[in-house]
């Protein structure tokens, strides 16, 4: 008794630890100064949890489970050493759905043990799993179409009506059993109904809202596990679980503030249809070349650099830091300006910037660059476009109206580094490639910036 009693307590407080690491990993994370130092503490926290699973009373499986520790362990190393940062928003989506399928595992497992779980924890237990399903296939969803796997958005007439007639099914489904412990049918139809509703609620919404929906689903996993915590009685995963949902749930919250869009809007407006009624854009586009533009940035005082996802796409983030510094050493002010929602996930170009050196301290949020986009010389756009298109301040028919921009268009001159002359991801046209002192220097993101570096370097 005694020493079951300290193998007890010592699960206990183990499990607390990994609840504070992973809680003070996620703080320190918040910050880009400290978010690698987060990360470590968060991966110690999933040792120690993972670690004293292997003391807890009656654990038998012990075989199977260092085989799957070991086998997703090697899977995770090798997939996070290989995956380019261009991808890493649809590892994101995978990683998360995964989390999310395993709470639904939980819950199966025990809803079709047969044993009684009573109302509050077989209440947890259903709704741990409807949600942790949603999220699975949800985010698998989310994958296939970052990935380029699936690239339609799939729309048809009633298509709110489905999901909701889908999601009533499974919800009568889950209350019949907690009320009286369900048939093994009805719980798989149960869990069914819930996958199929997170496929049909992923698919008609276009790439341009998938920062938001990884997020929610991020959000959702989060929940999904607190409430399998309960049904195991795991300190550890109802604190992380906890955590990560409501730093999930806040994040969607910012993300569609930042789109001007409530989450209702992103999930059943169907955003992302080119055939939206915005008004067409008039004028021509006027290309530049870049040893004009090497001039005009080398003898300016101010220049502010716009990342889209056209700089993760050319893998251009290196050579980019190589120009500021080309810049700086000239005595040019150089800073960056990151909208929230720019790239494919949340903070997808802080990462990128990261990654090639850039320091934090020049490196701005939309609220404070945008007033100083009006005594920049130059604006140099690399491969973004809803985030800087002015229609969101002027054109109340377009679906991007009311989304807070970066204000590249009031810079003295702007120039867009671009591909061609084909509309953004989400299929609208950019009033600021028309505009006066917008020039385009067409080309691949890291081709373009190599090609003004050594105009600058010339003069």
Request: glycine share 10%; proline share 3%.
């Amino acid at each position: 008794m005694t020493g079951l009693f300290s193998t007890s307590l010592l699960i206990e407080i183990s499990y607390y630890v990994a609840a504070f690491l992973f809680i003070m990993g996620l703080k320190r994370m918040s910050s880009p100064v400290t978010a690698a130092s987060g990360i470590k503490w968060a991966g110690l926290g999933m040792v120690v949890a993972t670690a004293i699973t292997f003391l807890y009373p009656d654990m038998h499986n012990y075989a199977l489970m260092t085989a799957a520790i070991f086998v997703g362990g090697v899977l995770a190393w090798w997939t996070g050493k290989r995956v380019a940062m261009t991808d890493m928003p649809q590892m994101i989506a995978l990683y998360n759905g995964m989390g999310g399928g395993a709470a639904a595992a939980i819950s199966a497992v025990e809803l079709l043990s047969g044993r009684e779980l009573g109302p509050v924890v077989s209440t947890l237990a259903v709704l741990g799993g409807l949600i942790g399903s949603v999220s699975f296939s949800g985010s698998m969803v989310a994958f296939a179409k970052l990935q380029g796997l699936l690239r339609k958005d799939v729309r048809f007439k009633g298509q709110n009506i489905v999901n909701i007639a889908i999601l009533a099914a499974a919800a009568v489904l889950g209350v019949m059993q907690i009320a009286a412990n369900g048939s093994t049918d009805s719980i798989t139809l149960m869990f069914a109904l819930a996958l199929v509703l997170g496929i049909t609620m992923t698919l008609p919404i276009g790439g341009a809202d998938m920062p938001v929906v990884i997020s929610l689903y991020n959000a959702l996993t989060g929940l999904a596990v607190a409430f399998e915590g309960f049904v195991l009685d795991n300190a550890a995963m109802i604190i992380a679980g906890t955590v990560v949902g409501s730093a999930g749930t806040l994040l969607t919250q910012l993300m569609a503030k930042a789109m001007n869009r409530s989450l209702a809007n992103v999930l059943f407006s169907g955003f992302g249809d080119s055939s939206g009624g915005s008004q067409e854009v008039t004028g021509a586009m006027k290309a530049i070349d870049a040893n004009d533009v090497g001039i005009m940035m080398a003898f300016a005082e101010k220049v502010l650099i716009v990342p889209g996802y056209g700089m993760a796409v050319a893998q251009a983030q290196h050579k980019v830091w190589e120009l500021t510094q080309l810049l700086q050493d000239r005595g040019v002010t150089v800073k960056f300006a990151i909208h929230p929602v720019a790239g494919r996930m949340p903070g997808h170009m802080n990462v990128l910037l990261a990654e090639a050196g850039v320091p934090y301290d020049i490196i701005y949020d939309q609220d404070e660059i945008n007033p100083e986009f009006d005594t920049a010389d130059v604006a140099l756009v690399i491969g973004a476009n809803d985030v800087v298109n002015p229609v969101a301040r002027t054109d109340s028919t377009s679906p991007i109206y009311g989304m807070p921009i970066l204000n590249a268009d009031k810079a003295k001159n702007c120039i867009v580094i671009k591909r061609g002359q084909g509309a953004g991801f989400s299929g609208i046209q950019n009033a600021l490639f028309f505009l006066d002192n917008t020039r385009m220097l067409y080309g691949d993101g890291q081709a373009a910036v190599s090609e003004l570096i050594q105009a600058i370097k010339s003069l």
